[in-house]
């Protein structure tokens, strides 16, 4: 009885192991990336680009009414700082809505990339050796992908607070300046 009982554990063992996952502990690294990558989406969903827009256009608006209605030579000196200090919103808007749309498209890319590559390990695709490159490059995007959106991010804090701050002394030195 007592060999029946050490054969049957030992062949239980056996079956664990055996049907184990190899791939346990990258499973758990792609987790890992995949809840980076939600942090990423949720930064990334902070960025409105309407309120982007409708900063760049104000800018033009007010300064096509500057160009019409003062001369260079006339302006105070406060009011050039407080317009330079405007003007960057134009520089950092430049390019800004084609940036957030190619993240958005590398987010949703990365996050099929992910859910393939966890799939293929649950599913114990043989890897030939090429598992760790795969998680790798994997990480270097994500990375890369991570710096993207903050760099967005910031340029959008940057514009949505120059337009907020400026936009209306903008608007009201014209109107007093103008009527």
Known sequence: MKNWTI???????VLMVACANPYEDEIEDVEGMQEVLSGVKQTYG?????????????????????KTYYKPDTVDEN?????????????????????????????EFMDKQLKTLQTDMEN???????????????????????????????????????????????QNILLENVE
């Not at 054969?7 to 063992?13: E, K, P, Q, R, S």
């Open 46 to 66: 902070q960025v409105d680009i309407a309120k982007v827009n409708y900063a760049m256009e104000m800018y033009l608006k007010n300064m096509k009414q500057i």
């Open 79 to 107: 009011v050039t700082k407080l317009v330079n200090f405007y003007k960057g919103i134009k520089h950092s808007a430049k390019g800004f809505e084609d940036e957030y749309y190619a993240v958005g498209m590398q987010i």
């Open 124 to 170: 114990k695709a043989d890897f030939n050796d090429s598992l760790e490159t795969f998680l790798k490059n994997e990480q270097n995007n994500l990375d890369e992908l991570s710096k993207n959106v903050g760099t967005l991010l910031y340029n959008y804090d940057f514009i949505i607070s120059v337009h907020d701050s400026v936009a209306s002394k903008v």
């Open 7 to 13: 054969g049957i554990v030992f062949i239980l063992t």
